[in-house]
């Protein structure tokens, strides 16, 4: 499970740095408005809700040995 959690993590850490990183391109290019109306799209909002959805399930969802380390 810790494994699982590590995982979900870092992909969630590399979106969220790779979002972050275009986004500033876009500010420096003189795009963001194109950026922005692209990124409003409901894919993203469910990639989004499932991030969330993933995150709140590795807390809910702890094996023993999850627990016996908090």
């Not at 972050?20 to 290019?29: E, K, P, V, W």
């Not at 003189?30 to 909002?45: K, L």
């Amino acid at each position: 499970m810790n494994n699982i959690k590590t995982a979900i993590a870092s992909v969630i850490i590399v979106a969220l740095a790779a979002g972050y990183g275009l986004s500033q391109r876009a500010f420096f290019t003189g795009t963001p408005s194109e950026y922005s109306s692209q990124i409003d799209q409901p894919v993203v909002r469910w990639i989004a809700l499932l991030a969330i959805v993933l995150c709140l399930a590795s807390v809910l969802f702890q094996n023993d040995k999850d627990r016996s380390e908090n």
